[in-house]
């Protein structure tokens, strides 16, 4: 049987949390070098959806596969308050294995908080803690990224040079997946789906379902 050219497929999810049925049927299928976004209004189900692609929870139904190694950057950073930025980094470092700092170092130095290397997480801002925990998703270089809300807190400087690494990493092949509520992303993006009343449904840069005629307003 062929390989699966998709780099994260998901079939027919369905998530309830008791009889609150959030995921209904979720759908969507992204290639190696896809750069995605799932938008949707607050409580439609986006960080439930992410939840379960990572498999931090399971759907009650339906298929999730994905090739090659998982990033995960929840949208609450999850950091030791009393350890400094690179005891972070060491302790991932240690975890996935990796030899040298060089992924760290280009990192903190993209995002602009190499300053803060040595400063404890409960002395950092809202926006250089969201920079770390990015930073924690990226440093193993993994095949498949699920970002939630990744640039909550970020400066414009910083939101606009998020969206470089981004487009580098899916420029070398990675599949990057963006939870956002905002559609103005949307020119930023190769494939967008609207998550609604639990379905995904994609969309094109016009903020429009993509069987719906240019121009159309919903
Ligand atoms: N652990 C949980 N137990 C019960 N209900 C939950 C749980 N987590 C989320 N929900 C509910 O599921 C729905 C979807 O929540 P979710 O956090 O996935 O939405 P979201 O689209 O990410 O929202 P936001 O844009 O506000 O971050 C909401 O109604 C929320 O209250």
Redesign the pocket.
């Known amino acids: 049987m062929p390989a699966t050219p998709y780099a994260l497929s998901v079939r027919d999810v369905h998530k309830a949390?008791?009889s609150?049925r959030?995921l209904r049927g979720v759908s969507l299928h992204l290639e190696p070098g896809t750069l995605a976004g799932v938008v949707?209004?607050?409580?439609?189900?986006?960080?439930?959806?992410l939840r379960v692609l990572c498999g931090q929870i399971a759907a009650d139904a339906g298929e999730v596969k994905r090739r090659g190694s998982l990033g995960y950057c929840p949208?609450e950073a999850v950091l030791n308050d009393a350890l400094t930025v690179d005891q972070h980094l060491r302790w991932f470092r240690t975890a996935y294995r990796l030899d040298g700092t060089g992924r760290a170092e280009e990192l903190l130095e993209e995002l602009h908080f190499a300053e803060y290397r040595h400063t404890r997480v409960e002395e950092l801002s809202g926006g250089t803690r969201q920079k770390l925990n990015l930073t924690l998703a990226l440093l193993h270089d993994p095949h498949v990224l699920l970002l939630d809300?990744p640039y909550q807190g970020f400066d414009w400087e910083t939101y606009l040079r998020f969206w470089e690494v981004a487009a580098r990493l899916r420029d070398r092949g990675r599949c990057v997946l963006v939870?956002s509520?905002m559609a103005w992303d949307a020119d930023r993006l190769d494939v967008l789906h609207r998550?609604r009343d639990g379905v995904a449904t994609p969309w094109n840069a016009e903020g429009q379902p993509v069987d719906a005629p240019r121009g159309a307003v919903r």
């Open positions: 949390y008791r609150r959030v949707g209004e607050n409580g439609s189900g986006k960080s439930t959806l949208q809300e939870v509520h998550l």
